[in-house]
């Protein structure tokens, strides 16, 4: 290590004065202090005008941003939900006022009434009775308990954007609503009794073995290679990313790519940022095309299940394939393209596609003969043991028993996984009890270990799907759903694609600060009665279900947006201005492919 000497008079005199310009106190002594206050009463007097405008601006931005981060503020936050509470009870004092038409009910009676009858030649007045319809409006006026539910529901959204853990709120959420008998217990705690949570649950230990055996990354590290620039990579990564995440959970797929994203962009000379948001987005967008591809698809299909008047038929494992496939693939292209534009990544000076790792990639390195010094490795020639090493393209030992059983235990689980999809596919078996028996097969052979198992459940995930059937049942029993379903069918005057585009933009919106599960179970309330002409039920639900589970705008709208965001160094703006342009344009190719396929 080099000495370093340092002038100590040196060191002083520019530790006095650097300690003078940056915090402007009078308490140095000596000539330095006297030869300040000389600079300081011999200026310009123009000075004191830039001096005086400058302090003011400067004053004055820092206040603007002190108003914007208290505007930030969780307690700004409260006190908005509180006022915003009392104002909307306030409104229940006016019970029954604010009324609004939700429908028209038809009737049919037999009137009798003078009509001119011909008969022959002959037209005569004679009493005719006959069937009438008569339409009737049907007037909906919110009641005490509507307000109550819509503060409630002010409150929720705002303290779970300011980082309130979902599962808490949710839950108290709906002791509220108990002790407000708007709902009864068993539409409150229905949730827990849905197999679809159970589902979740089971697929979320399959996840686990798969990432425990290394199963995915088996099947796509020969995918990505060695590309020679970003838009190759960002291609060569998330169009794999996709297919495994239409039928894998998105969180497990995330976190076992992450540390092989980073891996290959220092060995292939990339930029780590423009592959994490990538890898999180190309997630979201995988499971859209499936219904196990995310949670969301299962939390809709058991709504519909567990209606007593389902308003459709539940969706099978590929039906909505053709809408989310063609989305995911425009949502890759559009991040090839813009991500490189916006993050604006630089290679290292010199760097080749081909480097010293690629060389060796498989091999270590090994020692030439000491004749092979200043030739290169192909003409150098190798010890007898390093060259057979080298053919063999790895050490060589004969494979050991463990290497045997770990092959066979990735083999068995890519073949669960397929077994998995192919009942799924044709409705042969339930998915909860097929991905049951499938997790326990996997503790039985030695995937993972049963406490494996038990770690891979996210209860706290589970407990605020579970909780979010209570808030979105007293949507219903209020009345709130229908003034909403109203509201949203005002929108059918712009069409059917301007229609079915603001459903998802409306859902991607809420789910952005509410989760996902939540914003389902709310748009579902609100759809499920509504009968809009040349549109039909599955597309609606269709675009209701693929907005809840695209949210690009933020990263704290969805796990896996939070689980790159510091890994990958982001802004919080980046994810706006990166996503703002994907939401819209998933939006357009959701609506147009619903209304042609659905």
């Known amino acids: 290590m080099a000495d370093v000497t340092l002038d100590k008079g040196a060191f002083v005199k520019e530790k006095s004065s650097s300690t003078m310009s940056a915090t402007g106190d009078e308490s140095s002594t000596g000539d330095d202090d006297h030869d300040s206050k000389l600079e300081r009463t011999s200026h310009d007097p123009s000075d004191d005008v830039d001096f005086t405008f400058t302090g003011a601006l400067t004053d004055g931005l820092n206040m603007v941003r002190d108003v914007v981060k208290f505007l930030c503020t969780v307690k700004f936050s409260v006190f908005v939900a509180i006022l915003g509470s009392a104002i909307i009870i306030g409104f229940s004092a006016m019970d029954g006022d604010i009324c609004i038409q939700t429908a028209n009910i038809s009737s049919v009676r037999n009137v009798t009434s003078l009509r001119n009858v011909t008969i022959g030649n002959v037209t005569s007045l004679r009493n005719v009775t006959g069937p009438v319809t008569r339409w009737t409006p049907e007037i909906t006026c919110l009641k005490s308990e509507a307000y109550w539910v819509l503060a409630l529901y002010l409150y929720a959204l705002i303290v779970m954007a300011n980082d309130a853990p979902p599962d808490l709120v949710m839950l108290a959420f709906t002791i509220v609503l108990i002790f407000s008998k708007i709902i009864a217990d068993k539409d409150a705690w229905s949730g827990f009794c849905s197999t679809s ?8 230990v399959m996840c686990r073995a798969l990432e ?33 995440s239409a039928f ?11 540390g092989v994203c980073e891996n290959w962009a220092a060995r292939s000379n990339l930029s ?19 219904l196990i591809g995310t949670s969301t698809n299962l939390v809709l299909n058991g709504l519909i299940k567990d209606d007593k008047n389902p308003p459709m038929k539940p969706f099978t494992l590929f039906q909505f394939s ?5 989305g995911a693939v425009a949502g890759c292209v559009y991040m090839a393209i813009f991500c490189p534009i916006y993050f604006r990544p630089k290679r290292a000076p010199g760097a080749k596609a081909e480097t010293l790792w690629e060389r060796f990639r498989y091999g ?27 053919a063999a393209g790895r050490p060589f030992w004969p494979p050991k028993k463990a290497d045997v059983i770990k092959k066979l235990r990735i083999a068995a689980c890519l073949s669960a996984l397929v077994t ?20 326990a097969a996997f503790i039985f052979i030695g995937a993972m270990t049963l406490d494996q198992a038990w770690r891979a459940i996210n209860y706290r995930v589970l407990l605020v799907v579970a909780c979010s059937f209570g808030p979105g049942k007293a949507l219903t029993n209020t009345g709130l759903a229908k003034f909403a379903g109203v509201a949203l069918q005002s929108m059918t005057s712009l069409g059917s694609f301007g229609f079915l585009f603001m459903i998802v933009l409306f859902s991607s919106l809420l789910t952005s600060i509410v989760s996902n599960s939540t914003a389902v179970i709310t748009i579902y309330a609100i759809l499920r009665t509504m009968k809009v002409p040349g549109i039909s039920m599955e597309a609606m639900m269709c675009c209701m279900m693929l907005g809840a589970s695209t949210d690009y705008i933020t990263p704290i709208g969805y796990q896996t947006n939070l689980m790159v965001y510091k890994r990958g160094g982001y802004a919080f703006a980046d994810y706006t201005k990166v996503g703002l342009g994907l939401t819209i344009l998933e939006c357009a190719v959701y609506a147009g492919m619903s209304m042609i396929v659905l």
């Open 420 to 439: 998995l999809l192919c009942l799924s596919a044709f409705e042969i078996v339930d998915l909860f009890p097929l991905a049951l028996a499938i997790s």
């Open 272 to 290: 780590v940022k423009c592959l994490l948001m990538p890898l999180s987005y190309a997630a979201l967008l995988g499971g859209c095309c499936t």
């Open 212 to 244: 425990e055996t290394k199963a995915v990354e088996a099947v796509i590290l020969p995918i990505l290679g060695n590309p020679s620039n970003h838009f190759s990579a960002i291609l060569r990564l998330t169009l794999p990313v996709i297919c495994l």
């Open 322 to 326: 053709a809408v989310g496939y063609p």
């Open 364 to 390: 270590p390195f090994y020692s030439t003969r000491p004749d092979g010094y200043g030739k290169s490795t192909q003409s150098t020639t190798l010890d007898d043991a390093a060259a057979e090493t080298t």
């Open 197 to 204: 949570i159970l589902a979740i649950a089971s697929l979320l």
């Open 248 to 258: 894998l959970n998105n969180t497990p797929i995330v976190a076992m790519l992450m």
